[in-house]
Nanobody
Framework: QVQLVESGGGLVQPGGSLRLSCVASGGLFSIYSMGWYRQAPEKAREMVATISGTSSSTKYADSVKGRFTISRDNVKRTVNLQMNSLKPEDTAVYYC????????WGQGTQVSVSS
């Protein structure tokens, strides 16, 4: 059984940056795609970015392309999301996921973008 624990969320001004991290404990890691999803208030949960097990393939939502970068370290069992040029519409709870489609979810970390 895998446990996914996110960190790095917080409050940032528009145009700022944040780096989210997720550590996976238990279960298999390197064979699975990993991802980040988000859910804003009163909106459906949406995919932000995913990365394949070998990091050879990544996918991004159109709304974050060119601003966010997903990466992973299979030795450390971590997956990161570097978020630059943040906008108020990026405000959401961000979830780390394992599998594509996701089969496991973290508890989420709040990202708030506001002046």
């Amino acid at each position: 059984q895998v446990q996914l624990v996110e960190s790095g969320g917080g409050l940032v001004q528009p145009g700022g940056s944040l780096r989210l991290s997720c550590v996976a404990s238990g279960g298999l890691f390197s064979i699975y795609s990993m991802g980040w999803y988000r859910q804003a208030p009163e909106k459906a949960r949406e995919m932000v970015a995913t990365i394949s097990g070998t990091s050879s393939s990544t996918k991004y939502a159109d709304s974050v392309k060119g601003r966010f970068t997903i990466s992973r370290d299979n030795v450390k069992r971590t997956v990161n999301l570097q978020m630059n040029s943040l906008k108020p519409e990026d405000t959401a709870v961000y979830y780390c996921t394992r599998g594509d489609p996701p089969r496991d979810w973290g508890q989420g970390t709040q990202v708030s973008v506001s002046s």
